[in-house]
């Protein structure tokens, strides 16, 4: 039987002439599983990915952020595509650059953080992949020297089918070089951007050529029998959930102190297990998501043809687990890693599990170091969380890396009650501790 991957080739070629800049370009695995999901989305919900940036009031010029925008989207193809369905086929349509950047007007008695929610809950889903919107903050008086007063925030946003975790530093510092550049830098000339639109095309297919090899019957056993005992946990939206004129999501965050090196990834996988456990009892085994993979060899560093999503099954036994096993387990999947989310997903149904594909937890992890700061015209933004914006799964955690561990986790409030997210989420608070307490006893003796 022809494989996921194999098909798709088969279909998309057959919408591509291969004379002249193609109508439509390829999307890989991890493109396609967002692409379906919102065809599918009954309610249009967009999977969005911001970036929010403060900095002190008057610093941002939107004449020269839009001209550097627009500059951006003229050389990266999957700034300017947008996702389609063609003959029951995911692509990405190519359209002219068009980067809407906007200031924000505050309401009375908004802050900049809800003007930029209400601005982004009114995402249109067909519009452009990348969207900059701008708000600033109310100074009252005598409230100068407060430390929100007199700042603006910037919001970077992008369509999840354009970008993952890794390009967002890209996107950051190529939007400041861009704007360093001024209002009236060149643009790209059309042999710059027919380049740029052949390395993506390029870098697509080779990805979508490791993916073909990838799921191989071997590879496809290893998921099937890996998930076989996985279903869908989360339970229905409650109903009046959130309250009227609450937020849709709510939010925790910890800081924890470091160890050098990290904590290893297995660790923050086993993590996740007692607040998988405290949200959907024992004795599951809970589907969870975590962006992994990496370029194929040969395909040029474009932006878009990124990490595909794993999926880990969180058991929630009462039983401590083992991080040795959970590592062993984790090594073995990272060797079938570059096998489509789509395949898995059938591979696991084929070996008897119920599961959806749909994911009752995400968690993300990041290098503080490899997250530069946004700089324009010489001035650093300072980075910055705005909660309460709606979040597709039921429940994501990030784990951010460096001179400290980072650790967040938002959720639904219309499926999860916050009284359970934050037991869930002390529950992983707890568990990372333990770890952390495990690998500085375990670390080596620094000369």
Known sequence: MLSITTQYLARYHALDSGTGAPAVLPVTGAQRRFVLVRSLDPAGRPDLVPMFFAFPRGTVDLERLAAAATRLAAL????????????GTPVLRVEEPDVPVVRVPRAPGE????????????????????????????????????????REVLAIVLDHTACDGRSLARIVTDLGAAYADGPHAEVPGPADVAA??????????LQLDAEERAASPEALAHWGDRLRAVRDQSPAPRPGAPTAGGLPSGSASLVLPATAGGVPFPELLDACR????????PGHVVPLGYPWGGRPPGAERVLGCFLNTVVFPAATGAAPTCPEVTADAWWDDLDRADVPFDAVVHA?????????????????????????????????GREVHIDGRPVRGPFAVSVTQGRALHLRMVWDRAVIADDAAREAFDAMADALTGAAATAARTAPASD
Not at 196 to 205: F, G, K, S, T
Not at 274 to 281: D, E, S, T
Request: no cysteine; glycine share 10%; hydrophobic share 40%.
């Open 274 to 281: 007692p607040a998988a456990r405290a949200l959907y009892g």
């Open 196 to 205: 740029e639109l052949a390395a993506y095309r390029d870098a697509v297919l």
């Open 348 to 380: 696991a149904r084929a070996a008897g599990s119920g599961w959806s594909g749909r994911l009752d937890g995400l968690l993300t992890v990041d290098d503080a170091t490899q997250r530069p700061p946004l700089r324009l015209a010489g001035v650093e």
């Open 76 to 87: 990266h193809p999957v700034l300017r595509g947008r996702p389609a369905v063609v003959r």
């Open 111 to 150: 802050d900049a953080a809800t003007a930029l929610r209400r601005a982004l809950s009114a995402w249109d889903r067909e519009g452009p992949p990348l969207r900059l919107f701008l708000s600033d903050e109310e100074t009252a008086p005598g409230h100068e020297a407060h430390t929100d007063a007199g």
